[in-house]
């Protein structure tokens, strides 16, 4: 095994956690809202399905395959050829997956802070900065997780609480107007941040106690997709129809906040503790990366191809989109039938093939 590093259960949910929902606070509520205007709130909940889909078809897998990963695996159920190729498929996704993270993250420092700093001199300072985690391997991730997940999920937590004088309940009425439709079509985009759980397949191998792994994942799952719900209803009480052009509303409902006179203009504060859960994201996307091809390519170890390719994520990240309002719109669009297809539709394959070998086997 090229990974001897082991983390526990709730390590691997807070890794996982991160891969999520780093990005789809961000994201996600002004996407949903451009389907689902005020049902924003539900869209999370129907995307629920493709999260546990996922989390037992992952878990099922590597029942039948134990301390094996999805590239590892693909051999063993397809045989060599067609498992090579399948294992190619997805971590070519992967690297456009961690590319997109990476411009996402990029584009908000730069329209938020750096405004005359050129985007791949952003993208370099933090792939750079994460190559340190991934080098370090699978048990920095789970200590960093450790350490900076509880801050961020408390500072969502809190922006809201702080705003409860500002927020108007009735912004959420009515509740379906149109019928089920809108908040269905909005969920296109959650459905894809939630098949983001096959993930879980380069980290299952790694539990210092694999008889809670399903458990933890579940766990996962649920709180990712109550903090999407929260984070929606939040936005819906404080913006109100609005939403629907507002393309940053966590970091604008952050500008609101205002403690008597001596306690406003938090919004730095926001993107510094939000900072530490996107570098266990994307730490987190570069490492099962660099594991995934290490382990196609047979290498003995993820650390020789560490810095060729945190190269490749900076470029693919700029290539990825022509611009910001494109990355945006395709968001909404194209990019989650991508993520559907190869994050669900492939484990899907995998294990079907699987257990029709399995019961042949018997047989």
Known sequence: MIEKGKISPFQMALIIYAVVVGTAILYIPFITAQHAKR???????????SGFLIVFIITKLYKLYPKKTLVEYSELILGRTLGKIIGFIFLFFLLYDTAIAFREYGEFVESAFLHKTPLVVVTGGIALTCAFAVHGGIEVLGRCAIIFLPIVLVLYLIIYLFLIPDLNVKNIFPIMEYGWIPSIKG???????LSQFS??????????????????????????????????????????GIITSTQFPVFQAARYISIGSIFEHVESIVIAVWVLGGFVQLSAFFYMLVLGTSQWLKLHSHKPIILPFGFLIILFSVWSASSFQEMIRSMGTTTPFYFITIQLLIPMLLLFVAVIREKLRKA
């Open 187 to 193: 969920s296109l985009a959650p459905h894809a941040w």
């Open 39 to 49: 049902d924003l709130w539900l869209s999370p909940i129907w995307a629920a399905l």
């Open 199 to 240: 993930l879980l397949s380069f980290l299952l191998p790694f539990l210092s106690d694999e008889t809670k792994g399903m458990k933890w994942s579940i766990l996962s799952v649920s709180v990712s997709v109550m903090t999407m719900v929260y984070i929606n209803l939040g936005n819906i009480f404080l913006f109100g």
